[in-house]
């Protein structure tokens, strides 16, 4: 399993393609969304987690991987895609919540200064 700190912050490919295909206000307005989403599944993944729903934590990383998959937020999707696909008990997700945390938070610091320059 590749260690998400190897996978980059950021896909700066897929923000390239972000620009190209969209007006820089509608990319902002992309880009902005990621962090609500980020903090809003994180919330749902440590609830679930809290009530043994391991199936419920693994549709809500689905989820994120996927929005942040898209929005090129590569580290974030990859912790996502571990949580969703690799990890077989609620102790070992809960080992990956505090990257997962410390990831949004420099996921979201990065997006803003994409947004800043779109």
């Given at each position: 399993?590749?260690?998400?700190?190897?996978?980059?912050?950021i896909d700066q490919d897929?923000?390239?393609?972000?620009?190209?295909?969209?007006?820089p206000d509608e990319l902002?307005?992309?880009?902005?969304?990621?962090?609500?989403?980020?903090?809003?599944?994180?919330?749902?993944?440590?609830?679930?987690?809290?009530?043994?729903?391991?199936?419920?934590?693994?549709?809500?990383?689905?989820?994120?991987?996927?929005?942040?998959?898209?929005?090129?937020?590569?580290?974030?999707?990859e912790i996502a895609r571990?949580?969703?696909?690799?990890?077989?008990?609620?102790?070992?997700?809960?080992?990956?919540?505090?990257?997962?945390?410390?990831?949004?938070?420099?996921?979201?610091?990065?997006?803003?200064?994409?947004?800043?320059?779109?």
């Amino acid at each position: 399993m590749t260690g998400a700190s190897d996978v980059p912050l950021i896909d700066q490919d897929q923000l390239d393609l972000l620009q190209a295909a969209l007006d820089p206000d509608e990319l902002r307005a992309m880009l902005s969304q990621l962090p609500v989403v980020a903090a809003e599944t994180f919330a749902g993944i440590r609830t679930a987690l809290a009530k043994g729903d391991l199936d419920q934590v693994r549709k809500a990383a689905h989820v994120l991987k996927g929005s942040s998959s898209s929005l090129g937020a590569a580290r974030l999707a990859e912790i996502a895609r571990v949580i969703e696909l690799d990890l077989a008990t609620a102790e070992e997700i809960a080992a990956q919540l505090p990257l997962m945390s410390d990831t949004i938070g420099a996921t979201t610091d990065a997006l803003k200064r994409a947004a800043e320059c779109a």
